[in-house]
């Protein structure tokens, strides 16, 4: 019995011990944990600091001077000289730029606007370009995608192309190229047996369109975005935006209290501003697309000279909103 006794004892001694010893090594983790965060957080400043100096902004802003006139440039050249090999500049230009705002906008608390449903029309252009090529319902709804809702979004937005702001240059990209691209497609489908043919329709140059082409597989397109969104933003990662300050583009449209926008989501109180909110979406999505099915889908100097007033006026305004977004 005294043995067993003993050995209850030691048993007990080293548990407590390892319990001790357990909680001094958490205490000690935590510890050295704050201490990397509040390290890390002091370089982010730092580096946050460095970055808006005057010597650091006109630098940057050189370099992006430089490559804005050249993109823009190039963008003019491909699309007068070669527009059947636009989707090549496309995906040289728009992931890279998409990149770098992710990195930029990290930084900002602002990554969460990659949500917008702009981003998702570019992804689903890449997936047109180099998966299904020759789907006529994807480039008809991507069509009504980016010459409804990403082009309208330049005005709305106030959209500037500022050659000296990477920022600016970014956000008029990814609203625009993606119509210049499908402008391109549209209009100037690769020849059969080059490498990357494009089948728009198969009755081209007449391309008409059926009702799942125009109305139910875009309506699907949009939904899906919308489904995700909805969960992601405003249910899933609600809280988080909330407690660490990020911004979304729904925050940005509706901070405003005297804003139509807000007024509108807020008709029923704070409890249907989220689903109003996409309702207002669905709307704007929903006439500018039935614009772009029924008009310029059909008519080339129409669809033309749309771009073309799109894109003066985001050469003309001078000011752009922070969050740029569609």
């Known amino acids: 019995m005294t043995v067993c006794s003993e050995l209850l004892t030691l048993v007990d001694t080293l548990v407590n011990q390892s319990k001790t010893n357990a909680t001094r090594l958490k205490q000690t983790l935590h510890q050295r944990l704050l201490t990397v965060r509040a390290t890390l957080d002091a370089k982010k400043s730092a580096l946050e600091k460095r970055m808006y100096t005057a010597p650091f902004m006109r630098l940057r802003d050189k370099i992006a001077f430089v490559l804005g006139l050249w993109s823009v440039g190039l963008v003019c050249f491909i699309l007068g000289a070669y527009p059947t090999q636009f989707h090549v500049l496309y995906t040289g230009v728009v992931p890279i730029t998409v990149l770098i705002r992710l990195l930029r906008y990290k930084l900002k608390k602002w990554h969460y606007y990659l949500f917008d449903f702009c981003y998702y029309v570019n992804a689903m252009v890449l997936v047109y370009v180099y998966l299904f090529p020759s789907s006529t319902a994807l480039v ?20 500037s192309l500022i050659l000296h702001s990477l920022d600016k240059l970014t956000s008029v990209f990814i609203h625009l190229c993606p119509a210049l691209l499908l402008w391109c497609i549209r209009w100037y489908p690769s020849l059969a047996g080059t490498e990357r043919p494009f089948v728009v329709c198969h009755d081209y140059p007449t391309c008409n369109s059926t009702m799942y082409e125009t109305v139910y597989f875009p309506l699907m397109g949009w939904s899906i975005w919308a489904v995700l969104y909805y969960l992601k933003v405003f249910i899933i990662s609600a809280s988080k935006i909330e407690t660490r300050g990020y911004d979304t583009l729904f925050k940005y449209l509706t901070e405003d209290h005297a804003s139509k926008i807000y007024g509108f989501c807020h008709a029923f109180g704070a409890r249907w501003a989220h ?3 996409m309702v207002l979406h669905m709307t704007l999505f929903v006439l500018s697309g039935a614009l772009a099915a029924l008009v310029f889908w059909n008519y080339f100097w129409l669809n033309s000279l749309f771009l073309v007033c799109v894109s003066r006026g985001a050469v003309c305004d001078d000011e ?6 569609g």
Do not use: A
């Not at 008809?140 to 959209?159: A, D, H, Q």
């Open 140 to 159: 008809k709804s991507l069509f009504i995608f980016t010459m409804g809702p990403l082009c309208w979004s330049v005005p709305l937005f106030r959209n």
């Open 275 to 277: 689903p109003l909110y």
């Open 320 to 325: 752009s909103s922070p969050s740029s977004s």
